[in-house]
């Protein structure tokens, strides 16, 4: 009987070359690696600043292996020529290249897009930066919680009040995950296209625009004069039981009524002022707050369990602890721990995608700095058309 082939990620073949730092571009390079595509991440003598951010297990930092699983590290001081015509070589034998530095400095490296275009047409060549390459902001430097603060996010966190930032990478991640999409469908094309790669341009501004407004701007959607306005809506509200936190949506008429029985509060269903959805969505907290002076006297299984029975879409919050205990979230894998010789236990956040023929493992820890620069500098002396 013959054996099963072995299934391998479905970027598998692919070379990814990775001049990034922090977040969005070695996260963008992440996503291509988790699924087979092998990343050289080339870094200054120093290191990714994202090396010297804690907490720390024997040098490694925790968000650096968190973003930068799987890749193969080598160390170029792209101040000296040598290191440059070295990356500029690494260039031409990949199929992407990813970076996220300042527009114009890949250019003065020799590195930039016109510079490598014609002696390697297949690439994809793609610069993740804070404002795009052109306008009055284009120079400036951003950061995740100076974008949330330029698109409105944190009023919106705040719900009109005081400015509240998302204690989240949103932007970083967003444009990473938007960008990483980009890359495929850019391949793609090439494929289709004679082998012909491009460029690809991102930015966290229109990233994050994109990612944190698309729902959010009802009120400029359609731009006559005459086009109805409406407040912002507020349904996140929170309900304290008797031992923990719970959250839920109630819009529809049944679900209102389920919600009803569930607290014992049949009574408001009688009343006319709760009769209409869109009063209930407009008076959101105070609906819950009706609702939720039973809950206090409640646990939280309880309250879950009784949601359960009459369908009501109720779900807990949780702390971490909680959430990698939670049985759904261990069944369906979203995270894996493996033992790493180097570093022991190891946790982290799965690929969150399967795939029926393609086989994705995340259980490969980040690269020491340099780590791999001996081995990709020999497979170039080796095969200097072809790393």
Sequence with gaps: MSEEPKMSGPCSGLRVLELGTMVS?????????????????????????????????????????????????????????????????????????????????????????????????????????????????????????????????????????????????????????????????????????????????????????????????????????????APPLDIHHPLRTSDGWVIGHIQTDDQFAAACRLFGREDLLQEESWKSAAVRIERNGDMWQELGQKATTMTRAEVLARAESEGVALGPIYTLDEFFEDPQVRNGDVYVDHEDPEFGLIRQMNFPVRFERSKIDVRVRAPLLGEHTEEILCRAKREPGDL
């Design 25 to 229: 571009a070695p996260l963008a390079g992440q996503i291509l690696a988790d699924m087979g595509a092998e990343v050289i991440k080339i870094e200054p003598p120093e290191g990714d600043p994202m090396r010297r951010v804690g907490p720390f297990h024997k040098g490694m930092g925790a968000l650096f292996m968190t973003v930068n699983r799987g890749k193969k590290s080598i160390v170029l001081d792209l101040k000296s020529p040598q290191d440059q015509e070295l990356a500029v070589g690494l260039a031409l034998s990949s199929d992407v290249l990813v970076h996220n530095m300042r527009p114009r400095v890949m250019d003065r490296l020799g590195l930039g897009y016109e510079a490598l275009r014609s002696a390697n047409p297949r690439l994809i060549y793609t610069s993740i930066s804070g404002f795009g390459d052109s306008g009055p902001y284009a120079s400036k430097p951003a950061y995740d919680h100076v974008l949330q603060g330029m698109t409105g996010v944190m009023y919106l966190q705040g719900r009109g009040g005081a400015p509240e930032p998302v204690r989240n990478l949103l932007v970083d991640k967003s444009t990473a995950t938007i960008t990483a999409n980009a890359i495929l469908a850019a391949l793609l094309q090439r494929e289709r296209n004679d082998g012909v790669g491009q460029r690809i341009d991102a930015s966290l501004l229109n990233a994050f625009s994109w990612f944190g407004l698309t729902d959010n701007i009802g009120n400029y959607t359609f731009r006559t004069p005459d086009a109805q306005k």
